[in-house]
């Protein structure tokens, strides 16, 4: 790359928004939140941070919210908690990393929709309805799919009036069209990556990603080397599958979800606590968490500059960065 380019890839990723649609702190009390500093040092400017999963007992996924929240509100000189995007496009100014956060599975309300509401006021903007394994809501992408059920229907109803962005990672290709056919607002997927490149049941289908773009929602594409398609994948591998949903459905169609696990080296690091490894991330689908490459953040500015290569414009790389997440969240986080 001319030393042009990477200057010029430089300046463009630290002006524009950055917006990382999905990351992971180790889901433990007493974890050193700080680490998110890296994100900001690599220019990025908001994250959405995981609080659980379907596995995740609700006590450990309230808890770990409550430290979250406290230790970010105590380094309040370097992290914002950002509930509304007037508040993201603040903490940019000022120099802050603004965090949301998302839940990664409906098992956790425990069918009360009124969760949602305690949910959406502590600060979680983004929601699955499903991980990877059937639930009474539908179909998991390691699963049989029956599609949405009609506890599954309604609550994507609550979810568009509450103001939590619906997101169909993790979720079976069957039940998510239904859940995009559902929603009356924009539907992300905050971190998945297109199975036309590379044929996981995690990757999404071309149908999956025209029903997206025709929710007006975005796709995330992340940095897991097992979804990228080669191992210890990082920007090169990212930029060919954003450049695959641009072709296909248009640039304001994808963004970003690293899914970066600051520790990802086991299963009960990534759960919270001890689980059923082979039942949630079935080994015969790939998983080893002692050898998945996860790209950190430090790669995104990598991101922009391949973009950059390929002949995309200032405006449409904006997009990609930050501009789409920041307009699904206009539109959803009511
Ligand atoms: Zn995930």
Same mark, same amino acid.
């Given at each position: 790359m001319p030393e042009s380019t990477a200057e010029a890839a430089a300046i463009l990723h630290r002006d524009s928004l950055v917006w990382d649609a999905h990351s992971c702190l180790p889901?433990?009390? !007493?974890?050193?939140? !700080?680490?998110?500093s890296r994100h900001k040092r690599a220019a990025t400017d908001f994250v959405s941070i995981n609080i659980g999963m379907d596995m995740t007992p609700l006590g450990d996924i309230m808890t770990v919210l409550a430290y979250y929240r406290v230790w970010l509100g105590n380094d309040s000189e370097r992290f914002a908690l950002a509930g509304t995007p007037d508040s993201i496009s603040r903490a940019k100014e000022a120099g802050k990393l603004a965090v949301a956060f998302d839940l990664e599975g409906a098992v956790p309300l425990g069918g009360q929709f009124g969760m949602l509401d305690f949910f959406y006021n502590y600060g979680v903007r983004q929601m699955h309805l499903i991980y990877n394994r059937t639930n009474e809501v539908g179909g998991g992408c390691h699963d049989d799919d029956p599609g949405l059920s009609a506890y599954g229907r309604s609550l994507v109803a609550k979810l568009n009036e509450t103001g939590i962005t619906v997101d169909c990672s993790h979720a079976g290709e069957r039940t998510s069209l239904d859940i995009m056919a559902a929603s009356t607002r924009p539907v992300v997927f905050s971190h998945a990556n297109v199975r036309a490149l590379t044929d996981h049941p995690r990757n999404l289908s071309d149908a999956q990603i025209d029903a997206c773009a025709a929710s007006g929602g975005v796709i995330g594409i992340n940095g897991v080397d097992l979804f990228l398609g080669e191992p210890g994948a990082g920007s090169e591998a990212m930029v060919r599958h954003i450049d695959y949903i641009a072709q296909r459905v248009g640039v304001a169609h994808v963004g970003l979800g690293?899914?970066?696990?600051?520790?990802?080296?086991?299963a009960e690091a990534v759960a919270g606590a001890p689980v059923d490894e082979s039942y949630w991330?079935?080994? !015969?689908? !790939?998983?080893?968490f002692s050898a998945m490459h996860f790209a950190p953040p430090e790669v995104l500015p990598a991101v922009t500059a391949g973009l950059i290569e390929r002949g995309y414009s200032e405006p449409d790389i904006r997009a990609v960065l930050g501009g789409n997440f920041l307009r699904v969240a206009k539109a959803t986080w009511v």
């Open positions: 889901l433990r009390y !007493g974890t050193d939140v !700080g680490v998110l690293l899914d970066y696990s600051y520790e990802s080296d086991s991330w079935p080994p !015969g689908n !790939g998983y080893d």
